[in-house]
């Protein structure tokens, strides 16, 4: 651990890694212009991802990628809270378990004897779970990966003492103000938007593709409806169920739906 001068009052920010593929790590380095100022306004005692210098907390604001997997993660994560005066998770394998939370569906070890040709030295838990299934926590900012420009919302409301200004609304809105085609309506090409919290700026749809929903559920988020449009679009349950099951599949309103998909027995 490195030393610091005694006189350093400014925040101090960690930076911390669980099962995760780093993107949104690298979105807060992706802020450029802008990390310069957060740099010189916070003190960022712990990132990894950026240098090898790291100090002792206890630590102001920590922002937590990646979601737990191993027996190793439940405890160094519990140190974490326990060193953190704020705690925020940041992207879809920290709220909601991740891609790798797909083996949540499967049979344990199933996926692991797929792709480790010796799966028994592996030491992992049965499932791939969000932070918040084990500690508290004051804030969590989804996608996959994160909006930069959310991210710094969200440090600059923690700094202030305010509570952050992200949208909750759907994709649709963001696909309105950019004035795109519905790809669904006039399509019947599948998309999650209508039930996908926006960040992406409707990315994919003004490209005439469909959601992925890569940013999780939205605030009133209707899977039910959209699942019942999609059917009379001629798509089955299990297209359906499989566009539940990508990069939030575990966040619980995704996950119910895809079940109720799976359990129609269409194919």
């Given at each position: 651990m490195s030393e610091i001068s005694?006189?350093?009052?400014?925040?101090?920010?960690?930076?911390?890694?669980?099962?995760?593929?780093?993107g949104c790590q690298l979105s807060l380095l992706d802020c450029e212009d802008e990390l310069l100022a957060l740099a010189g306004a916070v003190r960022i005692a712990h990132f990894t991802e950026?240098?090898?210098?790291?100090?002792?907390?206890?630590y102001d604001i920590s922002l937590v990628e990646g979601s737990i997997t191993t027996p190793d993660d439940a405890?160094?994560?519990?140190?974490?809270?326990?060193?953190?005066?704020?705690?925020?998770?940041?992207?879809?394998?920290?709220?909601?378990?991740?891609?790798?939370?797909?083996?949540?569906?499967?049979?344990?070890?199933a996926y692991a004897g797929t792709v480790y040709a010796h799966p028994e030295y592996l030491k992992t838990?049965?499932?791939?779970?969000?932070?918040?299934?084990?500690?508290?926590?004051?804030?969590?900012?989804?996608?996959?990966p994160i909006?930069?420009?959310?991210?710094?919302?969200?440090?600059?409301?923690?700094?202030a003492g305010r509570r952050p200004a992200v949208a909750g609304h759907s994709v649709c809105q963001e696909c309105k103000?950019?004035?795109?085609?519905?790809?669904?309506?006039?399509?019947?090409?599948?998309?999650?938007?209508?039930?996908?919290r926006a960040g992406c700026g409707g990315l994919c749809p003004s490209v005439g593709r469909g959601c992925f929903g890569c940013f999780g559920p939205s605030q009133s988020a209707n899977t039910i409806s959209l699942a019942d449009q999609l059917s009379r679009n001629g798509a089955t349950g299990e297209l359906v169920s499989r566009l539940f099951?990508?990069?939030?599949?575990?966040?619980?309103?995704?996950?119910?739906?895809?079940?109720?998909?799976?359990?129609?027995?269409?194919?």
């Amino acid at each position: 651990m490195s030393e610091i001068s005694a006189t350093d009052a400014r925040p101090t920010l960690a930076v911390w890694k669980f099962a995760s593929c780093d993107g949104c790590q690298l979105s807060l380095l992706d802020c450029e212009d802008e990390l310069l100022a957060l740099a010189g306004a916070v003190r960022i005692a712990h990132f990894t991802e950026m240098s090898r210098t790291s100090t002792d907390g206890p630590y102001d604001i920590s922002l937590v990628e990646g979601s737990i997997t191993t027996p190793d993660d439940a405890e160094r994560i519990q140190q974490v809270r326990r060193d953190s005066r704020h705690l925020v998770t940041i992207g879809a394998c920290a709220t909601a378990g991740g891609i790798q939370g797909l083996r949540n569906f499967a049979a344990e070890g199933a996926y692991a004897g797929t792709v480790y040709a010796h799966p028994e030295y592996l030491k992992t838990l049965e499932t791939s779970t969000p932070i918040s299934d084990h500690v508290a926590v004051d804030y969590e900012l989804h996608g996959c990966p994160i909006d930069r420009r959310q991210l710094l919302e969200v440090l600059l409301a923690f700094l202030a003492g305010r509570r952050p200004a992200v949208a909750g609304h759907s994709v649709c809105q963001e696909c309105k103000g950019r004035s795109n085609v519905c790809v669904m309506v006039a399509n019947a090409t599948p998309c999650l938007g209508p039930v996908t919290r926006a960040g992406c700026g409707g990315l994919c749809p003004s490209v005439g593709r469909g959601c992925f929903g890569c940013f999780g559920p939205s605030q009133s988020a209707n899977t039910i409806s959209l699942a019942d449009q999609l059917s009379r679009n001629g798509a089955t349950g299990e297209l359906v169920s499989r566009l539940f099951r990508t990069f939030n599949a575990n966040a619980p309103v995704f996950r119910a739906e895809s079940e109720r998909q799976s359990a129609r027995g269409d194919a």
